[in-house]
């Protein structure tokens, strides 16, 4: 078993920025792929990007070149790092862990890991 706590939420003005964390507990993190997924009320959860066991990173089209995935895993942590957010991005944003996927981004169905998630809200 996977724990996932997400953090860093909160309410920010349209072109402020946002640092989420997501800290990884109970087995050896660093062999996980993790993503961050958004859900937005009335509508399905969504990729927003994900970084691989070895670094290699992907993102959604809506926030590539302003969101930007990290991770230590020294911390057992991966970050999601928000910046010129738009109203659009509010949501409940997610983190997940994978390991193992043969699908490159691995798909939304192969993460075995979930966190609570963490509310994201931006006014215009």
């Known amino acids: 078993q996977v724990q996932l706590v997400e953090s860093g939420g909160g309410l920010v003005q349209a072109g402020g920025s946002l640092s989420l964390s997501c800290a990884a507990s109970g087995r050896t993190f660093s062999p996980y792929a993790m993503g961050w997924f958004r859900q937005a009320p009335g509508k399905e959860r969504e990729f927003a990007a994900v970084?691989?066991?070895?670094?290699?990173?992907y993102y959604a089209d809506s926030v590539k070149g302003r969101f930007a995935i990290s991770r230590d895993d020294a911390k057992n942590t991966v970050y999601l790092q928000m910046n010129s957010l738009k109203p659009e991005d509010t949501a409940v944003y997610y983190c997940?862990?994978?390991?193992?996927?043969?699908?490159?981004?691995?798909?939304?169905?192969?993460?075995?890991?979930w966190g609570q998630g963490t509310q994201v809200t931006v006014s215009s």
């Open positions: 997940a862990a994978v390991r193992g996927s043969s699908n490159f981004p691995p798909r939304l169905l192969d993460y075995a890991y």
């Open positions: 970084i691989m066991w070895n670094g290699i990173t």
